[in-house]
Nanobody, 121 residues
Framework: QVHLVESGGGLVQPGGSLTLSCAAS????????MGWYRQTPGKERELVAN???????DYADSVKGRFTISRDHAKNTVYLTMNSLKAEDTAVYYC???????????????WGQGTQVTVSS
């Protein structure tokens, strides 16, 4: 069994910063890509940032230069540091981990429970 636990969301003023974290635990053979998505009511979930097993990163155009994704391989944890936050960054943020299960070596995607980020004065 695999578990993802997210933390770090909250309320922040425009221009402020937040760091989200997502830790994967359980029956994991290896982790491939890790990423962050976000979703607002009535809209589809969208990719915010992604980091590969080799630490290659990719960002949505709307967050380039403001957000940084990183991972700690030893802790199976991915982080999203968000700077210069804007009202339009308000959303529920979900982590996504593509991993190989130890039980059957099948590669599957797993999702965190979601954490609310609200940018407002």
């Amino acid at each position: 069994q695999v578990h993802l636990v997210e933390s770090g969301g909250g309320l922040v003023q425009p221009g402020g910063s937040l760091t989200l974290s997502c830790a994967a635990s359980g029956s994991i053979a290896s982790i491939n890509a890790m990423g962050w998505y976000r979703q607002t009511p009535g809209k589809e979930r969208e990719l915010v940032a992604n980091i590969s097993s080799g630490d290659t990163t990719d960002y949505a155009d709307s967050v380039k230069g403001r957000f940084t994704i990183s991972r700690d391989h030893a802790k199976n944890t991915v982080y999203l540091t968000m700077n210069s936050l804007k009202a339009e960054d308000t959303a529920v943020y979900y982590c996504n981990v593509r991993l190989e299960r130890l039980s059957d070596f099948v590669v599957s995607d797993y999702w965190g429970q979601g954490t609310q980020v609200t940018v407002s004065s």
